[in-house]
């Protein structure tokens, strides 16, 4: 393969713990939230690996379920460092990502987006053209994909308001008014039902099933 058919993009997607993950799906869905934002991960993992941008995904966590899941689906596993947070997960990832893979751009991609279409995510990626771009979620204050070119810190800065926060640090929007499944994180049920409408993956698709069977009773029965 040549080295312009190398995929140009490395992602690095953090997954929290899932048995603290999603604390605002806990009050909807208390007994099916862990495996929610585990399904949730694995989706947006396979999404991201089915772009034909995408050369590997590395997800962060401390999650050794999540670990072996997404490994299955053929990404790497890195370990968080111990005793920080999201952001530090991120350049944590970075780092590993651009030393095992030098010369391609590293891209954060949020793990709570189970409707991604690898389609949409292969056209924000190709939108990506500044030193450092991002995708603005659905509600329009956070961030769900922050994408560095070859050599760029990532320098990212999630967390509540973070999309100020990346155009405040210089990195620039990506316009695109058709990458809803990017757009769509989900924190909450309102959210999660919005996700389900545009289509959600097979692994959330599984555990919503157990969450209608559960309320009607029939969880478990063959039909
Ligand atoms: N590896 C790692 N990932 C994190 C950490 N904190 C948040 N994340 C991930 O970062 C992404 C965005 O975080 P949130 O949308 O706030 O997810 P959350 O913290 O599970 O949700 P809430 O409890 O509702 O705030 C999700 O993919 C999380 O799993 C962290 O400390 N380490
Ligand atoms: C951490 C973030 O996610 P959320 O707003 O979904 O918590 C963010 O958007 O930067």
């Known amino acids: 393969m040549s080295d312009l058919q190398v995929a140009p993009w490395i992602l690095v997607i953090p997954v929290k713990r899932t048995a603290i993950a999603k604390s605002r799906l806990a009050a909807a869905y208390p007994q099916h939230r862990p495996e929610l934002a585990r399904a949730f991960a694995v989706d947006t993992t ?15 966590t401390d999650d050794p379920v999540v670990s072996a899941d997404i490994t299955a689906v053929g990404a790497y596993a890195v370990p968080d460092l111990p005793g920080v947070g999201l952001n530090e997960a991120l350049e944590h990832g970075a780092a590993v990502a651009a030393a095992e893979f030098p010369d391609v751009g590293v891209a954060a991609l949020s793990a709570d987006l189970p409707a991604l279409r690898p389609a949409e995510l292969t056209a924000a ?5 500044a030193d450092r771009n991002f995708v603005i979620d659905l509600p329009g204050t956070g961030t769900t994909l922050l994408a560095a070119s070859p050599g760029t810190p990532l320098d990212p800065r999630f967390g509540v308001g973070s999309a100020l926060a990346h155009q405040a640090s210089g990195a620039v929007p990506v316009e695109l008014t058709t990458i809803d499944s990017l ?19 097979p692994r959330t698709a599984d555990v919503m099933s157990l969450v209608l069977g559960a309320a009607t009773g029939t969880e478990g029965l063959a039909c």
């Open 46 to 60: 396979a999404a991201a690996l089915a772009s034909p941008l995408v050369r590997a995904v590395l997800v962060v």
């Open 183 to 201: 757009r769509r994180d989900v924190d909450t049920a309102a959210d999660l039902a919005h996700a389900v409408q545009l289509g959600v993956g």
């Open 125 to 129: 990626l190709k939108a990506c053209v």
